[in-house]
């Protein structure tokens, strides 16, 4: 039996999986699934260091903590990591007058403003980073309840009395105002993704978010808080996760962006009378009470709440299909648990109903859920199965269903892959027809034969599949030192996999070429990413010949003539080769240009480092033995040494010249003939005679 034999329908990548619905669970970066993450408690900040009663708070970026003491109305700033804390005078104070509060409830912070929700009198004031004066204040806009800030700067006010919100500009410019009649018993405010604003109301008639856009649009109500659950405060951080405070309870639950629960966040107990949320660049949560201000370290833990996969539905395009078998790749870690269920239907309508319900935009995850499982019987659970048989109902569709849960929050279990196999062929086929006679010993002996099936598919699929061990592209990572072997190849362990799969790509070509300049070139640059550039100094001087026409300098070079049987550094090492008194036979002036090659290629400093040591041993294994080679870097090279025209130098700012305008003759301006004899006054000097103006 070989995968060929068999249809297949694969999870694997982020685009297959979304094509699904998750419930309580996140994505992995590479594609699968695991449980939401959420933050965990790591300490308190509390009476040792001042902090007896926080009210609202704030993070900037640099991780430093604001808030407002309620028992004093003054702004402190405390930093975590010297656990210093920092009075600021020129804010606070219990009071009516310009620079004093009265109820303060919340605080938002941005690179140059302070806005401090001084709700007791009735207004929001900001206040400049630098030096704590104030900017401007929104006085009396009602009965302000919470703010919000926007990522263009707009600040959104709640307002309890009118049941609206107002929004202002960057500089406290009233813009607009919305939210009747939706607005009836609102508590808290946040933007969230797309500058949506999140609304927590209280009535009894919401049990969610309300959603408003920036233009203030009604969006619809979202999610559906635990029973007993009193919101009172929320936050929202840049993954988009929703986080939601009860003052009463003193517990914090998360949502995600469409408003379902995912958890309640573990803490070290009650976290006693919420009054503020805070999320800072990291991601990490910080919550005031009563007891101090929490902070709450991001993806620490994960949610004990089961997280549900819900596969599309899967089409075979086969009436009554035989659905064969399901083969997960997944990471179980202890205390965790995978349960895996499904369902086979030929009803066109149960199809177009799942599709409808995965596809409806207004309801949330959780509600989505809920009405799938209201829809479809389940079969199963199966636990922790790595390779199952899908028994059972017979039908052209199939759906499948993932249950992950952790008893332990500090690991959590994942899918990486599914795998589903169809129609059904088994090992059965090959026994006498005598054992498929009767169902119910049909069916015990398939399902006994498909332990044999699982444990033999794997191998079966490789010996049909073993061609790919053949092919530099397809042959399996593990197995590229043992190809690259059979084409005597030597490969550096440290090597990015890319580079290994196109040496032994290029093997048979760059045999052909084995010792000449193209083949050292290709080498080289499949190694350092870069073609250098080869210089053969027997081409680079053409010889001078007495009586000939030549000029020095120009179409010749002198070069010294060895006058001893060696050459130090090129065919000999001082105080290893012994010195003779009988001079030598003068060599060819031009044999040791024609032995010597340089090597120049354009690398940094710290690529050179990391290729130096391999690129001089392509050098010294690819290059013929009697020839010498110069390595040089061109970003090592200075004006006037080593400096090559057209490789690393270049005639820049090129232009033509007009006589007249940006030149005068006799001046700046030099004339040539056509010929290699300069120009000379009344002397080869005849304008479009015999001298061209250039």
Same mark, same amino acid.
């Given at each position: 039996?070989?995968?060929?034999?068999?249809?297949?329908?694969?999870?694997?990548?982020?685009?297959?999986?979304?094509?699904?619905?998750?419930?309580?669970?996140?994505?992995?970066?590479?594609?699968?699934?695991?449980?939401?993450?959420?933050?965990?408690?790591?300490?308190?900040?509390?009476?040792?260091?001042?902090?007896?009663?926080?009210?609202?708070?704030?993070?900037?970026?640099?991780?430093?903590?604001?808030?407002?003491?309620?028992?004093?109305?003054?702004?402190?700033?405390?930093?975590?990591?010297?656990?210093?804390?920092?009075?600021?005078?020129?804010?606070?104070?219990?009071?009516?007058?310009?620079?004093?509060?009265?109820?303060?409830?919340?605080?938002?912070?941005?690179? +140059?403003?302070?806005?401090?929700?001084?709700?007791?009198?009735?207004?929001?004031?900001?206040?400049?980073?630098?030096?704590?004066?104030?900017?401007? +204040?929104i006085d009396d806009p009602g009965d302000p309840i919470d703010i919000a800030l926007d990522e263009q700067g707009h600040l959104y006010i709640l307002d309890r009395a009118s049941k609206q919100i107002f929004k202002f500009d960057s500089h406290g410019h009233f813009s607009k105002s919305f939210g009747q009649p939706y607005l009836k018993e609102s508590v808290g405010l946040a933007v969230g993704k797309g500058n949506n604003l999140y609304v927590i109301d209280i009535n009894e008639t919401y049990n969610g978010f309300l959603i408003f856009t920036e233009q203030g649009e009604y969006s619809g109500l979202i999610g559906n808080f635990p029973k007993g659950f009193e919101p009172s405060t929320i936050a929202i951080d840049r993954k988009r996760n929703v986080f939601a405070g009860d003052a009463k309870a003193g517990a914090v639950l998360q949502f995600d962006s469409d408003g379902s629960y995912t958890g309640t966040i573990a803490t070290s107990g009650n976290m006693g009378s919420i009054n503020g949320l805070a999320i800072d660049s990291k991601g990490n949560l910080y919550v005031s009470s009563n007891k101090g201000i929490a902070i709450l370290s991001a993806e620490e833990t994960f949610t004990k709440e089961q997280g549900v996969y819900y596969s599309m539905t899967l089409d075979s395009g086969i009436q009554d299909c035989?659905?064969?078998?399901?083969?997960?790749?997944?990471?179980?870690?202890?205390?965790?648990?995978?349960?895996?269920?499904?369902?086979?239907?030929?009803? +066109?309508?149960?199809?177009?109903?799942?599709?409808?319900?995965?596809?409806?935009?207004?309801?949330?995850?959780?509600?989505?859920?809920?009405?799938?499982?209201?829809?479809?019987?389940?079969?199963?659970?199966?636990?922790?199965?790595?390779?199952?048989?899908?028994?059972?109902?017979?039908?052209?569709?199939?759906?499948?269903?993932?249950?992950?849960?952790?008893?332990?929050?500090?690991?959590?279990?994942?899918?990486?892959?599914? #795998?589903?196999?169809?129609?059904?062929?088994?090992?059965?086929?090959?026994?006498?027809?005598?054992?498929?006679?009767?169902?119910?010993?049909? %069916? $015990?002996?398939?399902?006994?034969?498909?332990?044999?099936?699982?444990?033999?598919?794997?191998?079966?699929? %490789?010996?049909?599949?073993?061609?790919?061990? $053949?092919?530099?592209?397809?042959?399996?990572?593990?197995?590229?030192?043992?190809?690259?072997?059979?084409?005597?190849?030597?490969?550096?362990?440290?090597?990015?996999?890319?580079?290994?799969?196109?040496?032994?790509?290029?093997?048979?070509?760059?045999?052909?070429?084995?010792?000449?300049?193209?083949?050292?070139?290709?080498?080289?640059?499949?190694?350092?990413? #870069?073609?250098?550039?080869?210089?053969?100094?027997?081409?680079?001087? #053409?010889?001078?010949?007495?009586?000939?026409?030549?000029?020095?300098?120009?179409?010749?070079?002198?070069?010294?003539?060895?006058?001893?049987?060696?050459?130090?550094?090129?065919?000999?090492?001082?105080?290893?080769?012994?010195?003779?008194?009988?001079?030598?036979?003068?060599?060819?002036?031009?044999?040791?240009?024609?032995?010597?090659?340089?090597?120049?290629?354009?690398?940094?400093?710290?690529?050179?480092?990391?290729?130096?040591?391999?690129?001089?041993?392509?050098?010294?294994?690819?290059?013929?033995?009697?020839?010498?080679?110069?390595?040089?870097?061109?970003?090592?090279?200075?004006?006037?040494?080593?400096?090559?025209?057209?490789?690393?130098?270049?005639?820049?700012?090129?232009?033509?010249?007009?006589?007249?305008?940006? +030149?005068?003759?006799?001046?700046?301006?030099?004339? $040539?003939?056509?010929?290699?004899?300069?120009?000379?006054?009344?002397?080869?000097? #005849?304008?479009?005679?015999?001298?061209?103006?250039?």
């Amino acid at each position: 039996m070989t995968e060929q034999e068999f249809k297949t329908q694969i999870f694997k990548t982020p685009e297959q999986w979304e094509s699904g619905l998750l419930y309580r669970l996140e994505m992995l970066n590479e594609g699968g699934i695991t449980l939401y993450s959420m933050p965990a408690f790591t300490q308190w900040i509390q009476e040792a260091n001042g902090i007896e009663n926080p009210g609202g708070l704030t993070v900037d970026k640099c991780g430093q903590v604001y808030f407002i003491d309620l028992e004093t109305c003054w702004l402190h700033k405390y930093d975590p990591g010297t656990q210093r804390l920092e009075h600021i005078q020129c804010i606070g104070g219990c009071g009516s007058d310009n620079a004093e509060l009265r109820n303060p409830k919340r605080i938002i912070i941005d690179k +140059s403003t302070l806005w401090v929700l001084d709700a007791g009198n009735h207004r929001v004031q900001a206040f400049s980073r630098e030096n704590f004066q104030i900017k401007y +204040s929104i006085d009396d806009p009602g009965d302000p309840i919470d703010i919000a800030l926007d990522e263009q700067g707009h600040l959104y006010i709640l307002d309890r009395a009118s049941k609206q919100i107002f929004k202002f500009d960057s500089h406290g410019h009233f813009s607009k105002s919305f939210g009747q009649p939706y607005l009836k018993e609102s508590v808290g405010l946040a933007v969230g993704k797309g500058n949506n604003l999140y609304v927590i109301d209280i009535n009894e008639t919401y049990n969610g978010f309300l959603i408003f856009t920036e233009q203030g649009e009604y969006s619809g109500l979202i999610g559906n808080f635990p029973k007993g659950f009193e919101p009172s405060t929320i936050a929202i951080d840049r993954k988009r996760n929703v986080f939601a405070g009860d003052a009463k309870a003193g517990a914090v639950l998360q949502f995600d962006s469409d408003g379902s629960y995912t958890g309640t966040i573990a803490t070290s107990g009650n976290m006693g009378s919420i009054n503020g949320l805070a999320i800072d660049s990291k991601g990490n949560l910080y919550v005031s009470s009563n007891k101090g201000i929490a902070i709450l370290s991001a993806e620490e833990t994960f949610t004990k709440e089961q997280g549900v996969y819900y596969s599309m539905t899967l089409d075979s395009g086969i009436q009554d299909c035989r659905w064969h078998r399901l083969a997960l790749k997944m990471d179980l870690p202890p205390k965790t648990v995978l349960e895996v269920y499904f369902y086979s239907s030929d009803e +066109s309508d149960l199809k177009n109903e799942i599709d409808k319900v995965l596809s409806d935009k207004g309801k949330s995850t959780q509600e989505k859920s809920e009405d799938i499982d209201k829809t479809i019987p389940w079969i199963g659970p199966e636990i922790n199965p790595q390779d199952m048989l899908l028994r059972g109902k017979t039908g052209r569709y199939l759906w499948l269903k993932l249950v992950l849960s952790t008893f332990d929050k500090k690991v959590s279990p994942s899918v990486t892959q599914t #795998k589903v196999f169809y129609p059904r062929i088994s090992y059965l086929r090959y026994l006498p027809a005598i054992y498929q006679e009767d169902p119910v010993s049909r %069916e $015990f002996l398939e399902r006994f034969l498909s332990v044999f099936e699982t444990l033999f598919y794997d191998l079966e699929t %490789e010996i049909c599949q073993v061609f790919r061990y $053949f092919n530099p592209d397809t042959v399996p990572q593990g197995f590229i030192p043992w190809l690259a072997s059979w084409m005597n190849v030597a490969l550096e362990e440290d090597w990015p996999e890319d580079k290994k799969r196109r040496f032994i790509r290029e093997a048979a070509t760059l045999y052909k070429i084995k010792g000449t300049p193209d083949g050292i070139r290709r080498l080289a640059g499949i190694y350092t990413g #870069k073609i250098p550039r080869i210089l053969e100094h027997s081409k680079m001087g #053409k010889p001078m010949v007495l009586g000939g026409r030549f000029r020095l300098g120009i179409n010749s070079m002198l070069i010294q003539t060895p006058l001893r049987g060696f050459r130090l550094g090129d065919d000999s090492i001082l105080g290893r080769v012994a010195l003779r008194d009988k001079v030598q036979s003068p060599e060819d002036p031009f044999l040791p240009m024609a032995y010597r090659f340089t090597v120049i290629v354009d690398l940094s400093q710290e690529e050179f480092r990391r290729y130096e040591k391999g690129l001089r041993q392509i050098l010294n294994d690819e290059k013929p033995a009697h020839t010498v080679y110069t390595l040089r870097v061109i970003r090592e090279m200075r004006v006037g040494m080593g400096a090559y025209v057209g490789i690393n130098t270049r005639v820049g700012d090129c232009r033509p010249i007009q006589i007249g305008v940006d +030149s005068i003759l006799g001046t700046e301006l030099i004339v $040539f003939d056509s010929g290699e004899t300069c120009g000379k006054v009344e002397r080869h000097a #005849k304008a479009e005679v015999d001298t061209h103006l250039t």
